[in-house]
């Protein structure tokens, strides 16, 4: 059976992020870390928006691939060596993904438009950047926000919320708050919001 470009670019994103010599364990089993993330994007976006275009399908598997490569410890431990980490990470993520697209035979404008997203180009004017940063913040709050709880103060963690939040668009909102938190975390949650 012939695969498609998408099953192609989907199976060597997943070999990629397979190897990620990080691991993390949920629900008792153990995960390469960013193998476990690109799922999680992936199924949140599909159950967010079912109908994402396969631009956003690849760009949200693609979000973190191969992420251990470029460490945060490489660079300064101050806000501007944070951001350049950031910045250089995006280009590394769509340059990686955009090597695999090409060996999936994906058109030039194709690929281009994935890396466009990858690197989180025109957020809030573009609506699939959007759409991409909205399931990046659901994904975090769903999963990585108690790991942040554990080791920030509520007044960091109130601003760490309110930034996530304002990333996102009124339909994140609302499926935001459809997340199972904990209690303490919720209520974390509408202290950051005032609500």
Known sequence: MTM?????????INAENAQDPNSEIYQSKTYPKELLYSNRMYEKLMDFEPNASEEVQIASKAQHICRWKITRESYPMDRVGYLKWR???????AKTTAEILEKAGYSEEFI???????????????????????????VFLEYYLEPFVQKHDAEKLKNIILKTWNKMSEKGHQEALKINFSATNFQLIKDALGL
């Open 4 to 12: 498609t470009p998408f099953q192609n670019a989907s199976t060597w």
């Open 87 to 93: 910045e250089d990470l995006k280009k590394f993520h």
């Open 112 to 138: 281009a438009r994935v890396s466009f997203l990858i690197e989180k180009k025109l957020l809030k004017k573009d609506t699939e950047t959007q759409l991409l940063e909205d399931v990046i913040c659901l």
